[in-house]
């Protein structure tokens, strides 16, 4: 793996002043295991739906943004597809240009049924292909048309499929030209030891919560050795969208705050240039304007070593998204320390 930015010798203690660094004008990339490219930021849109997705791509394709994550279970992989086909037909970008995530449901994970969801979802996107497509998370749901499966009582009904197998037809895609990488999300080290023993294609990319008060720097290290590139979602902490209201905000943070004001730069940036600084690639989602422009904005400036360990001491695995779910399923994720 490979992250292209910053690239200076200087060493923290060298420099009294925020540095600065060129502007960039193309969205820089890490490379992933099959040598393809990811743009090293992206745009989550959970939560966008109907006009609101359309819209956000459009905003955020003409802002600079190239790559987008979302999943069948948002619902909304037609908006954003429209949004790309849109600014495509303009002349604005080519559809090699950008990068499109998409994601399996739990509903899903029977071998046979993997294929068809990928087609529809690249039939849904529109888009011929999908650039990365991720098993969302490790445990299954009943094989249902809903989402949500329940039972008579309300509970979400849970299967034992084997996400090994699940593996076999994300290959499959791969195969079949629906997908160019493959991945998976919420996997814990034991799982994607797992999925490696038996993998033929390695997955590309592991997408999990990481944020300052949940820095994974261990499953990043343990990913990093495998060849496996962190995607970072609720990256900003997840303000009015997943996190319970009782959240320690991350936005909130007063060494955030601090660091903000000495590199005049806001704290959703700070944040954001601290997980690219690590290595990973970050998801915020934003459906205003003026927030995907604040969220792009961080190519020009380098946090020191220093600073970033000084956001390193933030962690207190705070998780937000811990799917209670899955809880008790023994494929549930975070049964183990990471
Ligand atoms: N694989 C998985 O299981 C999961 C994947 N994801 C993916 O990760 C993406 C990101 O996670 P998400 O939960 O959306 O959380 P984020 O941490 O990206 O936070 C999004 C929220 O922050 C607000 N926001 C965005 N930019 C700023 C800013 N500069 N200042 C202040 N507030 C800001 C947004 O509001 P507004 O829109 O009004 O700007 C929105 O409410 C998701 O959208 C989804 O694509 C998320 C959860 C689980
Ligand atoms: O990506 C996701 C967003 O939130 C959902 C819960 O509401 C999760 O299922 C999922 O992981």
Not at 82 to 100: L, M, P, S, T
Not at 269 to 282: A, K, M, N, W
């Amino acid at each position: 793996m490979c992250c292209v930015i910053g690239g200076t010798n200087r060493s923290s203690e060298v420099y009294r002043e925020p540095r600065r660094l060129p502007a960039v004008l193309t969205m820089m990339s890490v490379k992933l295991n099959n040598n393809r490219d990811i743009p090293v930021l992206g745009v989550g849109t959970l939560f966008a739906k109907q006009g609101e997705a359309e819209q956000l791509v459009k905003d955020a394709i003409d802002i600079g943004y190239r790559h987008f994550d979302t999943a069948m279970a948002y619902q909304n992989e037609k908006e954003v597809g429209a949004g790309v086909r849109a600014k495509i037909a303009e002349g604005v970008i080519k559809r090699e240009d950008i990068f499109i995530t998409s994601k399996l449901w739990n509903t899903k994970h029977k071998r046979e049924l993997v294929v068809d969801a990928c087609k529809e979802t690249v039939s849904k996107l529109g888009l011929e292909y999908v650039d990365l497509y991720l098993i969302h998370w490790p445990f299954a749901f009943k094989d249902s048309e809903e989402l949500w499966p329940k039972d008579s009582d309300g509970k979400v009904q849970l299967a034992d499929d084997d996400y090994v197998d699940t593996w076999k037809g994300m290959e499959e895609c791969v195969k079949l030209g629906l997908a160019r990488s493959v991945g998976i999300s919420n996997f814990n080290t034991e799982q994607i030891n797992r999925v490696l023993e038996v993998a033929t294609i390695k997955p590309a990319v592991n997408q999990v919560e990481c944020h300052p008060y949940l820095n994974q720097s261990k499953l990043i290290a343990f990913c990093k050795e495998r060849g496996i590139v962190i995607t970072a979602y609720c990256p900003l902490g997840s303000p009015n969208s997943i996190a319970k209201a009782d959240f320690p905000a991350p936005l909130k943070d007063p060494t955030l705050q601090e660091l903000a004001s000495k590199y005049k730069k806001s704290v959703a940036q700070i944040i954001l240039r601290y997980l690219i600084q690590h290595g990973t690639v970050p998801i915020p989602k934003s459906s205003n304007k003026n927030r995907l422009k604040e969220n792009f904005d961080i190519f020009d400036f380098e946090l020191s070593s220093a600073d970033v360990a000084a956001i390193d001491a933030l962690d207190r695995n705070a998780r937000i998204c811990a799917f209670n779910d899955g809880i008790g399923h023994k494929n549930y994720p975070f049964d183990i320390e990471y």
